[in-house]
């Protein structure tokens, strides 16, 4: 059976207005709500940065309130999106304390985080503290490691810890070469590795890094076939839903 975009659930999206660099408001947050539901797409997860010590740093209750106010928006002009709860967490020292107050987002309330590792520093420390975390009993997704420099420069580390439990999510933009080759080099290369369990889209607007288009899909699917579509864009998203 053909891998159908209407099932896809989006699990990296920037659509809550005025909380980080993704919608700066409602209507910018509608119309990327419009673009999913134009696609058929009827459920995603809404991941804006928690990067503790700045602006972009939203808790737990502000992020639930967001999304009933946007939720009443879409209801008021007719978008059927339902929008879920999440985070994407800069990897911080004070990550695990963090954790241990229960102040920090999981996907949908799965018990599985999503976990944004730095472009410009050392990622030694993110995997620690991801082992950290896995040992603690709950899931850790690491965010599009393929656009990060250390890791195109080594990849042997993040593998072994995906051996452990450590899941990967992939940018749609890397796999459609949008981020450069050497980010879908190595976007490949963890295919090829079967290290891949999300593909996403990071959506942040209509504009930047914009939802998947059927145009888009139908190349993905062409590329890693149905089965591998359905499975990391559907089945492993539906069941963090659950």
Sequence with gaps: MAADISQFIDIHVHILPGIDDGAKNLDESAALAEAYVKEGISQIIATPHFIPGTAWAADRTYITEKIHELQA????????????????????????????????????????????????????????????????????????????????????????????GLQIQLNVGSVLNKFGESSKRLAM??????????????????????????????????????????????TNPSELLR
């Design 73 to 164: 928006h879409l209801k008021e002009k007719k978008i059927p999106l339902k929008i879920f709860p999440g985070m994407e967490i800069a990897y911080h020292q004070k990550l695990i304390i963090r954790l241990g107050k229960d102040l920090l987002q999981p996907l949908a309330e799965s018990g599985t985080y999503l976990l944004e590792p730095s472009f410009n520093d050392s990622t030694a420390g993110l995997l620690q503290c991801a082992k950290q975390i896995m040992k603690k009993g709950f899931g850790v997704i690491l965010a599009h490691p393929e656009r990060i420099p250390a890791f195109q420069q080594t990849i042997e580390p993040l593998l072994d810890l995906a051996k452990e």
């Design 189 to 234: 290369h963890l295919f090829d590795k079967e290290c891949v369990h999300y593909l996403a889209s990071d959506a942040h607007s209509i504009e930047r890094r914009s939802p998947v288009t059927g145009a888009e899909w139908k190349i993905l699917t062409d590329l890693l076939g149905d089965e591998l579509i359905t499975r990391i864009c559907v």
